[in-house]
């Protein structure tokens, strides 16, 4: 059976209790907020990007579960000098891997140790705290200036 | 009925409150989650439904199922008289004078939507102020708002204090003759607190203010004699005391209901129609237009005798032992933070750990059989007010164990050493 160690990775829990890159990125020329309105999460993502179309730096703040919180500080490290067209890439790949049945690899050639979160598949109710920084980066790099929201 | 009655009350006389009697009235308490014995301790979303409930919903629909009010055959007969004793029973239950002030409703929140609608719309004008507290579920928020700011009206918050209590000293000056009405909780979803609605309402009365009291949680737990309070409204849904889902029910005073405009139209609360006008139907039939929730309705009497002849007084007795047991604990758990100590509670365990988000506990929680909710629970300034974002809460009702306070302690304890 699936054990909750899947889900609760060893790098997970170091992620939520340190977090990479949070804090407020000042100044930066993209932002966004995210809220998970079905458990109260709520994350800021802040990044900089280059002429040559390249996320310079990321940064994200606020409050969440663990997943959420290591999703985050995973994708901010994984995003840094990643360009916009690598970016969507890695979007897409995430989101087919949250959301796709268990028995389905991910592909870890594109998403490399962002595959710890593969476990969140396993746990329905959570999927959505793995995947709302992703949502929150991409309707800031996108200039959205949309509040992303899971519900 | 009689044989029920006789069985019920042996076992719940006094001390002899036998928990694995009551257990066997729940077939769904008898199952395993994950491999585990499921421990269900999320009672104030929704408590468990015994078996003459479940029954009384298959029977109606396997020989009395026809609509009410209308038919002249058998069964549509059949079907009126079991949905209208369920409204005698809830005016027996809340001791209201006549069945007459006992209106159906999809549940709580409809019921406050449709005093919001029609008596806020007649009543609350450009200036007027309708008074809430903090501790309000966002369902006794959020149809103020809405009339306020339809209105012109303003809305004003009786704040709480640290303990989750309602700051009572406060009162007094938040009401004024601008005050239209006064909506408190009984009992807090998120905190667990009993307010002291007969003080409140008397105060706000003393005013001219009407008073809504939220009982969605509270009839399960407190005896409520509407007459008694004095209260103008009180409402409820049955899914927290045992009933089916999507029913509930508001008791007004029937000179309220009666100079009410209907909440919404349709069959049923018409008395007769022409192009030209219609002559609305007489109370409680006027608030309910449309085909009502009939088996609900039926399902939710049932869950009246459950409680009658369990009696709320023993339930609650019990319940607060398996609270006092489970503060106890809690007490002496390393990094627990309760949220809602006050003095008056009832059911309610509400609490943060350190280190561990509370939907990370639902979910580590939840793989070791224990049910419960994670999150604002519908209460975001009550969450605002003691900053958290979330928190975790156990909930207590009649079928809970001792044993299972013990299990939510022990998981616990493993979420607290997985995130170590």
Redesign the interface.
Known sequence: MFDLRDLYLQVIVDHNKSPRNYGKLDPCDHEAEGFNPLCGDQLHVYLNVNADDIIEDVKFEGQGCAISTASASLMTQVLKGKSRAEFQKLFDAFHDMATSDISTSPDDEVLGKLTVLAGVREFPSRIKCATLCWHTLKSAIEDSRDVVKTE | MAQLLKGCWCRTMGMNYDVSLIRNDFPILHQQV??KPLVYLDNAATTQKPQIVIDAIGSYYEHDNANVHRGVHALSERATAAYEASREKLRVLLNAVSSKEIVFTRGTTESINLVASSWGGANVHAGDEVLITEMEHHSDIVPWQMLCERTGATLKVLPINDDGELCMDRLDSLLSERTKLVGVVHLSNALGTINPIHEIIDRAHAAGAKVLVDGAQALAHLQVDVQALDVDFYVTSAHKMYGPTGVGMLYAKEALLEAMPPYQGGGDMIAMVTFERSEYNALPYKFEAGTPNISGVIGFGAAIDYLNSTGVKHIAAHEQKLLAYATEQANAFNGLRQIGTAKEKATVLSFTIE??????LG??LD?EGVAIR???HCA?PV?QHFRV??TARASFAAYNTVDEVDALFVALKKAQE??A
């Open positions: 994950y491999g280190g561990v988000h509370p939907h990370d979910t580590i793989r994670a999150g604002h975001m969450m974002p979330a997985l995130f």
